[in-house]
């Protein structure tokens, strides 16, 4: 305790009461802090909602277009095997014939589940787990493998990282599929040259082997064949239809209708279908109908109504998905033509779109609390005192998340809005004080230098427990480790510098502010001291208020006097009725 006590004589004594009532150097500390802000917001990466290790990792996988299922079955148990050498995890599902990252089917695509170890049981992080096995698997040819962890919110998008769409706004009847894609892959070898993109790929392919059916129109009017009824006779042959079921030894079957395998094995067997005329005659279907070899998309996907490649992208190591977002639009302005514009996906479509939100809720929380002292002080310029003292506080955030390696996500910036209300708080308790000495009649000097001193040490009490508090999140590793680092790194850097800095800060701010308003009022004719509360400063006096008393006089002389004589009521006495006799009996 007596080390406390050297310490705040010390820090009253020998640091506020030379500084304390120069203005100039008090407003250069914080417009040095204010510059620091600047400077550090434009060095420390933005982002939105960061990724995390939730225990899985996602595989998708696609052999060469044509390949058949067994082939990518195939490559798919081989990839699995390599998954399970590798430290750190459980088990592997691996899937033939299903992409997860947009959701498409076809015989050269797979996917696989990848489940790692409990957090407490492993010494990598699935990011770490991702680059091992893409080490690993670099050997592995004649196909296109990519890893990638899910998303940082479920349902937002298939996986983490960036999610985009290079789209075809040409809006032409026929859309060139084949030109996309090479504008997609000249795009895609743009944004691999950027330092803030690490991986990028797209499962985009434009030859895809196909056959096309021509159909002779003028042909098969003349046979009387209806183009509908012979294409949905032929998707009935060629594919199946459910018609009905039947129950039979108490199971319900179900009865499709397809033609034999060996009917439709290769193309060549379409000469030995027919579809029957409107005449009810059997005709085949080369008589208006040939077969052509072509090559083209396996499915189809649009964005608003354009046709559309999907891209998906991780940030480079050290930089943040904002600034991936950024380059990404750097090289779309100069790579894409005309008529081609990016559409994003999934957390990626929130986070271009946030702009300064961030930025105005802050404002709304300084300005709500700015209010409420102005209430409390009963002044416009004492509040800025505390307000002008968060800008030390939000520098030490800034400073400390980037020296983490860290970004301005949504966790840092909530940690800087609960920095509002604690630093806030150290500055009302040193204002507070302060304003009463005041009032008492000290000079600001002394009342800034009094209200610093007694309450230096609770102040230092409460932060440092504070951020002894925050300490298990600045360390945290595990499920929600980045947002726990986040939000206690924020806390800590805040509020280390806030308190160590702005307690030497916040009186000379008081004694700035409280020089300027010292003798106005908020509203004409205020007074300061309550009739019912008088201090020893300004005691009670009766000339002051005269008429007041006049007032009370008269009351109590009314009060006082004697009640006035009751008056007589008259009389509501009422005379008694005569007597009625009563009446003979009637006759019989």
Do not use: C
């Amino acid at each position: 305790s007596r080390g406390i006590d050297k310490i705040t004589n010390f820090y009253a004594g020998r640091l506020l009461k030379p500084i304390v009532a120069r203005r100039l150097v008090t407003a250069g500390v914080i417009g040095a802090f204010l510059f620091g802000i600047v400077s550090e917001s434009s060095l420390l990466p933005s982002g939105f909602i960061p990724g995390e290790d939730q225990g899985i990792i996602y595989a998708v996988l696609q052999t060469p277009p044509g390949s058949t299922l067994e082939y990518t079955n195939a490559k798919s148990q081989e990839l699995e095997r390599i998954a399970h050498e590798v430290e750190g995890i459980s088990s592997v599902t691996s899937v033939a014939g299903y992409e997860i990252l947009t959701e498409g089917r076809g015989s050269n695509a797979g996917t696989l589940i990848i489940n790692l170890e409990d957090w407490s049981e492993r010494s990598m992080t699935a990011s770490q787990i991702i680059e091992e096995l893409e080490e690993r698997t670099a050997e592995m040819t004649d196909i296109k493998l990519e890893f990638f962890e899910p998303p940082a919110i479920p349902g937002f998008g298939a996986a983490g990282g960036i999610a985009l769409r290079v789209l075809d706004e040409t809006q032409s009847s026929t859309p060139d599929y084949e030109r996309l894609g090479t504008i997609t892959n000249e795009f895609i070898d743009a944004v691999r040259e950027r330092p803030e993109v690490g991986t990028v790929f797209t499962f985009y392919a434009s030859d895809y082997p196909q056959y096309e059916l021509v159909i002779d129109n003028d042909v098969a009017m003349q046979k009387g064949v209806s183009i509908e009824a012979a294409l949905n006779n032929l998707n009935i042959l060629i594919g199946s239809t459910y018609e009905q079921g039947f129950v039979r030894f108490n199971q319900f079957y179900k009865v499709y209708v397809q033609a034999w395998p060996e009917f439709r094995r290769m193309p060549d067997d379409l000469d030995d279908l027919f579809v029957r005329n409107e005449e009810g005659e059997m005709v085949p279907y080369s008589s208006f109908m040939r077969i052509e070899r072509r090559q083209g998309l396996n499915e189809i996907t649009r964005y608003n109504l354009y046709p559309s490649a999907a891209i998906q992208l991780v940030p480079a190591a050290g930089y943040s998905t904002g600034q991936a977002i950024e380059a990404v639009r750097e090289v779309a302005e100069v790579t894409l033509p005309r008529g081609y514009d990016l559409g994003w996906e999934g957390l990626a479509w929130d986070e271009s779109r946030q702009g300064n939100a961030a930025l105005y809720i802050f404002l709304v929380v300084v300005t709500f609390v700015y209010l409420v002292l102005v209430a409390q002080y009963e002044s416009f310029l004492v509040p800025l005192a505390v307000i002008f003292s968060l800008p030390v506080g939000i520098f030490g955030s800034f400073f400390l998340l980037q020296a983490a390696g860290l970004a301005n996500d949504v966790w840092a910036q909530l940690g800087m809005i609960m920095l509002v209300g604690l630093l806030g708080k150290n500055a009302i308790l040193i204002v507070e004080f302060a304003v009463q000495r005041r009032h008492e009649g000290a000079s600001l000097v002394d009342a800034a230098v009094e209200a610093g001193k007694l309450r230096f040490r609770p102040i230092q009490m409460t932060s440092f427990a504070f951020i002894a508090g925050l300490v298990p999140l600045v360390v945290s590793h595990g499920a929600g480790a980045i947002g726990n680092r986040t939000i206690g790194i924020a806390g800590v850097g805040g509020m280390l510098l806030g308190t160590v800095v702005g307690v030497i800060v916040i009186p000379g701010l008081y004694y700035l502010f409280a020089k300027i308003s010292d003798g106005k009022k908020l509203l004409r004719d205020e007074v300061d001291t309550p009739l019912s509360e008088p201090s020893e400063e300004t005691p009670f006096t009766f000339e002051d208020h005269a008429d007041e008393l006049s007032l009370e006089a008269r009351m109590e002389e009314r009060l006082s006097a004697p009640p006035p004589a009751p008056v007589a009521e008259p009389s509501t006495a009422v005379a008694p009725a005569p007597a009625v006799e009563p009446l003979p009996p009637a006759p019989p």
